[in-house]
């Protein structure tokens, strides 16, 4: 069983910063893309950021500059660091990863629990 559990969500003030972290723990033979999705209520899921296993980037028009994510693959972690909150990206963040679990084995993708981010005055 793979497993994700994101951290590093709460409270920002506007124009504030909060990090997000995603660790990705049990058997890993390797992973491939991995990145954020988020769902406010009455909302449907939107993809945030993504980053392949080369390091290439994606993001929503909605956060292009203000977000950035990353990688450490030697701890399969990813991160999405935020800046310039604003009250509209309020919602609940999921990490998700595209994880091999054995060399020449499929390639299945995992979530996160969730965590939530609340950007208010």
């Known amino acids: 069983q793979v497993r994700l559990v994101e951290s590093g969500g709460g409270l920002a003030q506007p124009g504030g910063s909060l990090r997000l972290s995603c660790a990705a723990s049990?058997?890993?033979?390797?992973?491939?893309?991995m990145g954020w999705y988020r769902q406010a209520p009455g909302n449907q899921r939107e993809l945030v950021a993504r980053?392949?296993?080369?390091?290439?980037?994606n993001y929503a028009d909605s956060v292009k500059g203000r977000f950035t994510i990353s990688r450490d693959d030697a701890k399969n972690m990813v991160y999405l660091q935020m800046n310039s909150l604003k009250p509209e990206d309020t919602a609940v963040y999921f990490c998700?990863?595209?994880?091999?679990?054995?060399?020449?084995?499929?390639?299945?993708?995992?979530w996160g629990q969730g965590t939530q981010v609340t950007v208010s005055s």
């Open positions: 049990g058997f890993v033979f390797s992973i491939d893309a």
């Open positions: 998700y990863a595209f994880v091999k679990r054995l060399p020449g084995g499929s390639v299945n993708d995992y």
């Open positions: 980053i392949d296993s080369g390091g290439n980037t």
